[in-house]
């Protein structure tokens, strides 16, 4: 498998022995296993179950960003962000990408590109942010849940850099968002750019 | 304040009414706020608390980087990363970096350089892993602690980034790492340099 659990990984593999649900919140979940490690010896491991989610770097079409504005409480203060969202139970991952980009942005997209994945705490976390491109964008009327507030701000990826390099836009989803962006319109990562399905339209 | 938390912000903020903790397990803290949020209805805000994190970006002589191979227990895979460690209470981030390099790899560095801070699960964590670059390496003998194994591997900067476009390198750091080589390389994101403190020089 190209993801890495190969053989050659023998030698680094820790086997599950027992697994619990060790705490179940209003929105966390963690799981506390007993893992068997490569000398034998047997350890902890505590992580949490994470749906998994989507985050979209949405391209106007004078080459211009959709970013948002949003207040993380961990944190105690707001980051600039690409928008991104979480599955929903049994939700495919391009209709949440369609979904997520309608309703905290309000744009639609006409073509979309799957770009990869990104894995944003290994050691405690098995969440997965899928990166999606977005291009072809009409405004149109957000619909933010209850509870969500936002600000969307358009921008250039040459704005987000200096952000960057100034230590103000710290976000990782969005920071390898950037560094997809720069690959791809290098013609180094290339998209492959798909039309939007008539059944997800309509999101 | 650079970093966000300012007065065009105020109607994100979420202002924290109650805070307890919810969970605390051998490696993990999670915690359990109600936040009054800008309409001024109350919401439920869990997240882990985390020491903080180091990420170390080592460059040889050559060119080439030094990476490791470690399996990460919660995706049941190994994964190619730049070398990182948590915080020890109380460590200074320096020091950490200085240890964990040494400690991961066997190499000392001549020069050190921070290049700045990544926040890798903003709705969920109050993780910052902090961006250092080392160089002037010397190999020596790793110090590994019990239970953990990791291969050191000597790779380049096109060959990561050819593994990140086939969808085998996916840790958020390591791209995170990559997105500010490139920069520093290309001179738009300088690091400042400085020598090893001889206060940590023999760690």
Same mark, same amino acid.
């Given at each position: 498998?190209?993801?890495?659990?190969?053989?050659?990984?023998?030698?680094?593999?820790?086997?599950? /022995?027992?697994?619990?649900?060790?705490?179940?919140?209003?929105?966390?979940?963690?799981?506390?296993?007993?893992?068997?490690?490569?000398?034998? !010896?047997?350890? !902890?491991?505590?992580?949490?179950?994470?749906?998994?989610?989507?985050?979209?770097?949405? /391209?106007?079409?004078?080459?211009?960003?959709?970013?948002?504005?949003?207040?993380?409480?961990?944190?105690?203060?707001?980051?600039?962000?690409?928008?991104?969202?979480?599955?929903?139970?049994?939700?495919?991952?391009?209709?949440?990408?369609?979904?997520?980009?309608?309703?905290?942005?309000?744009?639609?997209?006409?073509?979309?590109?799957?770009?990869?994945?990104?894995?944003?705490?290994? !050691?405690?976390?098995?969440?997965?942010?899928?990166?999606?491109?977005?291009?072809? /964008?009409?405004?149109?009327?957000?619909? /933010?849940?209850?509870?969500?507030?936002?600000?969307?701000?358009?921008?250039?990826?040459?704005?987000?850099?200096?952000?960057?390099?100034?230590?103000?836009?710290?976000?990782?989803?969005?920071?390898?968002?950037?560094?997809?962006?720069?690959? !791809?319109?290098?013609?180094?990562?290339?998209?492959?750019?798909?039309?939007?399905?008539?059944?997800?339209?309509?999101?």
């Amino acid at each position: 498998m190209a993801a890495g659990a190969d053989d050659r990984d023998a030698h680094l593999r820790e086997a599950t /022995l027992s697994s619990r649900e060790a705490y179940r919140g209003p929105f966390l979940q963690v799981r506390h296993d007993v893992a068997r490690l490569p000398d034998g !010896s047997e350890a !902890s491991r505590e992580y949490i179950v994470h749906p998994g989610a989507v985050m979209i770097v949405p /391209l106007l079409d004078d080459g211009r960003l959709v970013v948002e504005r949003q207040w993380r409480y961990p944190h105690h203060r707001a980051f600039v962000e690409f928008p991104a969202g979480k599955l929903d139970p049994g939700e495919d991952v391009f209709a949440c990408a369609v979904r997520e980009l309608a309703e905290e942005t309000g744009y639609r997209a006409r073509e979309w590109a799957r770009a990869g994945v990104l894995h944003n705490a290994i !050691s405690y976390s098995d969440e997965g942010i899928e990166i999606w491109f977005a291009r072809g /964008l009409s405004p149109g009327e957000r619909r /933010l849940d209850a509870g969500e507030f936002l600000d969307v701000q358009i921008t250039t990826l040459a704005e987000l850099e200096a952000a960057a390099a100034r230590g103000e836009l710290t976000d990782a989803k969005t920071l390898i968002g950037m560094l997809w962006l720069t690959h !791809s319109l290098a013609g180094r990562w290339p998209l492959r750019w798909r039309d939007t399905p008539r059944a997800l339209a309509g999101a």
